[in-house]
């Protein structure tokens, strides 16, 4: 297992991690604390989850059941200090947390504490903020987003108020490091700047959407990354199961994502799944497991990377540990750049 420090922090982390989105509604709490230990036995030390969690679909009545079976876990197993468990606190949402009420200083100091309680620890190791306050990109708005109504000097406030709870948690032993999620290369740069110019808790991560079907982190955030020692804590890695093949020839196995949410939050389009097929073809053209091609091809980049997975069996997980050693040749990273030059951005 390959191991990586969290931004600039002494904190290690494998470059696999185990995402517990499911935790709660598809997966049940024994398959869960299963695939925790299956998890951690392979040498996969970094768990994530959010106190929106669980989705497909998220709600208000199953808010908090991932991080409390994770709790559970974290009491159970004894296996705490062994393991580095991120969480999330929501920004404005349409009622699942807090009545849809997004962070601010106060809210992180009361969400802290409240995270605490239902993981059943005394410290989280990673706190991130899920989206932007003042909105976001990703989730498919890049194709209509309009930053126009923005308010700089509103937005310089509420990240200061933001950073000032949150150094208040760390110096009161309650959080060692901080992260965004679903943020830009500006925003990121602007919580760093802020941080350094403050002597406040400087962003040690991203957690933005990233794989062979969606490469918007390779430009602007890719450098920002590499100049400002941010690692990418890059989610949908296997693009919503879209890369295992399951979902070609308009396929939709009973209790999928798919069967729960339509349309894979926005992804299925016309050309999803001939896109899908390319890359299907080209990891059978070199022998390889599709699944497996997706997660090593996020080692390969050239900026830090902790590619987060769900799996939500125990037997998605042992297909997918299967492939936790395999690297891939030249050869094979060639023909993906070259499918992604011709095939860009299929949703």
């Known amino acids: 297992m390959k191991m990586l420090k969290l931004g600039r922090t002494d904190i290690e982390i494998s470059d696999w991690c185990l995402g517990t989105m499911t935790y709660g509604n598809q997966t049940p709490e024994i398959d869960a604390h299963q695939q925790m230990d299956m998890a951690l036995d392979a040498g996969i030390n970094f768990f994530d989850t959010a106190e929106a969690y669980p ?13 409390s079976i994770v709790g559970n876990w974290i009491k159970s197993s004894g296996r705490r200090d062994d393991v580095v468990i991120a969480t999330k606190v929501s920004g404005p949402n349409p009622g699942w947390v807090r009545d849809g009420r997004g962070y ?13 309680k239902r993981l059943q620890t ?10 932007p306050v003042r909105g976001s990109y990703m989730f498919r708005q890049n194709w209509t987003y309009d930053p126009s109504g923005q308010d700089r ?8 108020d933001v950073l000032t709870a949150l150094d ?5 032993g309650k959080i060692r490091s901080i992260g965004m999620s679903n943020e830009s290369a500006w925003g990121m740069t602007q919580w760093t700047r802020l941080a350094e110019e403050n ?13 062979l079907m969606c490469r918007l982190y390779d430009t602007d955030m890719a450098e920002m990354a590499v100049n400002e020692d941010i690692t990418l804590l890059s989610f949908s890695p296997l693009a919503c199961g879209l890369l295992s093949g399951k979902y070609q020839g ?6 999928s994502r798919l069967s729960l949410n339509g349309d894979l939050g926005g992804r299925m389009t016309d050309r999803t799944l001939p896109v899908t097929q390319v890359y299907l073809d080209l990891a059978a053209k070199h022998g390889l497991d599709p699944m497996h091609m997706a997660m090593a091809w996020q080692r390969t980049r050239p900026f830090p990377v902790s ?11 042992k297909h997918l540990l299967d492939g936790l050693s395999l690297s891939l040749s030249d050869e094979t990273c060639q023909e993906i750049d070259a499918t992604h030059r011709t095939h860009p951005m299929p949703y």
């Open 153 to 160: 000097a509103q937005t310089m406030d509420h990240m200061m």
């Open 104 to 116: 601010d200083g106060e809210v992180i100091r009361e969400a802290v504490d409240a995270s605490l």
């Open 55 to 67: 989705v497909n679909p998220i709600s208000a009545e199953t808010a908090g059941l991932s991080e």
């Open 122 to 131: 005394d410290v989280i190791d990673l706190y991130q903020m899920h989206w």
């Open 199 to 211: 002597n406040l808790p400087r962003m040690a991560s991203v957690q933005n959407e990233y794989s």
């Open 250 to 255: 308009g396929a939709v196995p009973d209790a």
């Open 168 to 172: 208040d948690m760390v110096e009161a």
């Open 307 to 317: 590619a987060i997975f769900g799996t939500t069996t125990t037997a998605q997980l």
